[in-house]
């Protein structure tokens, strides 16, 4: 009720201000810790910021000006807004130092342990738990301190900092001590973060990144999936493999500084995974340069690691101020021997497909234009549907795409791709497509889509596939989950192209009301 005040509070203000651009002010730099005898801490995972300190460095941020640095903060639970949930799987809560009301942080939509969402039968919070939390944090409003709404999470409850186990694991087939997909689960492994960003199950694959698409910012990292023990006291000998897709590893051909992407083996796990001491057989992983080309990894186990009855595989990922994006699925430990003996080929055979992009947005639009005609900001210029020459062109990932009465969105839909909407006028309905097609057939096209708090649905538009460039007659429809927010609602709409052979599509605008895309992926057979 108090986020839905300051909503309509300044809504309100908006109708009787009108203030130049040039009116506001420079963005707040980082401010340095709260001084002695105004709460303690520094805000790192050794030292988290308690809740005096936390709500002092807010202030310094300045109202609603978001923190660019993640920060841990400690405390105890006063009381539970909303608990964790299948959902969302989120949650709000107040902490202090000392479980009292005096001097409460806000923890508002944190995600759980692991920077996953919640699952059914996981640990649930209460009041008096003692909590660490992690992220990005806001001065709301000029009034309340608290972290920005799905950019924190749960780094520890009660002392536990990951959850018990990764998701129900795969039974390995003959043969095999492991086999994850990492489809919706890190199964057997168990995540174990250091510091920054914690791997995440995203886009069917277990991902490690210490970028924020969305801030544009680049967290220093340090986390492990860790397996669970297997026995190999009866091998004659054993081999691990996966998938994997490494981005932005090297800049200009020369490494990273501080970035590392490591397969990790130990029969010595001390439950720690940066006391371990671990014997690294990453082998020479191939940097890629789409979103589409799987590469596969294979690697015999070492031979002082068959007969042991207590071995342990970890993927390592770290960064610093530069940040690589690594995904890794179909992650495989079998008895035999490595065909690749570590060398990395594409994928291809059973992996031809994948995700064309980590998610195509108003930047990949931007940066990837061809031609001549620019993308605006909240105008279509002299885009118009009958007139080709003038459509906005891009490429991305090898793409070509083409669209009309499309631009950037500004306001509170700034970072969202702009798409013009009318049920009657044809000449309003905006539309992009790909121009060029696709190397395999389309399996699914998820949009994720912005729209007014105010409203229960989304914009409406249409879907349609075709084995021609801008196909306008086969419509697809989508199965739709919903994140409501205060100001916007979130909706992901998941589109199934797989009942035929369709490697084009269109989206096109042919209802009321303008359509706001934050993001796109395109997923191949």
């Not at 807010?58 to 993640?70: F, H, P, Q, R, W």
């Not at 005096?102 to 969402?117: C, D, E, H, I, M």
């Not at 660490?132 to 749960?154: F, P």
Request: with cysteine; charged share 20%.
């Amino acid at each position: 009720m108090k986020k839905l005040f300051y909503s309509l509070f300044a809504i309100t203000m908006a109708v009787f201000s009108f203030t130049s651009c040039e009116d506001v002010p420079e963005p707040y730099n980082i401010p340095e810790k709260p001084g002695t005898g105004e709460g303690s801490g520094s805000g790192t995972l050794l030292d988290p910021y308690d809740c005096i300190a936390a709500i002092n460095y807010c202030k310094l941020l300045g109202a609603d000006t978001e923190s660019t640095e993640n920060i841990y903060i400690k405390g105890k639970i006063v009381s539970i807004e909303e608990e964790y949930g299948t959902e969302f799987g989120n949650a709000s809560f107040t902490i202090s130092n000392d479980g009292s009301n005096s001097n409460t942080f806000k923890v508002w939509r944190a995600l759980y342990l692991g920077n996953k969402k919640y699952t059914d039968g996981k640990t649930q919070i209460q009041v008096g738990d003692e909590v660490v939390v992690y992220g990005k944090v806001i001065y709301y409003y000029g009034n309340t301190a608290e972290t920005s709404q799905g950019k924190a999470y749960l780094y520890s409850l009660n002392g536990v900092t990951e959850d018990a186990g990764g998701g129900e694991p795969n039974v390995p087939g003959e043969g095999e001590y492991i086999n994850e997909s990492f489809g919706s689960s890190f199964g057997s492994f168990t995540v174990k973060t250091v510091k920054g960003t914690a791997w995440i199950i995203d886009y069917s694959s277990a991902k490690a990144t210490g970028y924020d698409n969305s801030s544009k910012i680049s967290t220093p990292s340090d986390s492990y999936i860790v397996s669970n023990a297997i026995d190999l006291s009866k091998s004659t000998g054993a081999y691990i493999t996966f998938s994997y897709i490494l981005r932005y590893f090297t800049n200009n051909g020369d490494a990273k500084p501080g970035v590392k992407d490591e397969v990790l083996i130990t029969d010595n796990y001390t439950g720690d995974p940066s006391t371990t001491k671990w014997t690294d057989i990453s082998g020479k992983l191939t940097e890629g340069s789409d979103w589409s080309t799987w590469y596969t990894y294979s690697m015999d186990i070492p031979a002082e690691f068959i007969s042991k009855s207590n071995v342990v595989i970890a993927l390592h990922y770290t960064c610093e101020d530069n940040s690589a994006t690594w995904e890794v699925k179909n992650l495989v430990v079998k008895e035999g021997k490595a065909e690749q003996g570590g060398t990395d080929e594409p994928g291809g055979g059973d992996e031809p497909g994948g995700e064309v992009g980590d998610g195509m947005t108003v930047s990949s639009l931007i940066s990837g234009q061809v031609g001549d005609i620019a993308l605006t900001e909240n105008s279509y210029g002299s885009q118009n549907v009958s007139n080709e020459s003038t459509w906005y062109s891009w490429k991305y990932d090898n793409v070509t795409y083409q669209g009309a009465k499309v631009c950037k969105a500004n306001g509170n839909f700034t970072g969202c791709i702009q798409v013009q909407g009318n049920a009657s006028d044809t000449a309003k309905q905006g539309f992009f497509f790909n121009k060029t097609a696709f190397a395999n057939d389309i399996k699914t096209i998820t949009l994720v889509v912005k729209g007014d708090a105010k409203y229960e649905s989304p914009t409406e538009y249409g879907v349609y596939a075709g084995t021609e460039a801008h196909p306008v007659s086969s419509a697809i429809t989508a199965t739709t989950s919903t994140s409501k927010g205060e100001t916007l609602n979130t909706y992901t709409m998941v589109y199934d192209f797989s009942g035929g052979s369709y490697k084009y599509f269109t989206v096109w605008n042919n209802k009321v009301g303008a359509l706001y895309i934050e993001n796109i992926v395109i997923t191949l057979k």
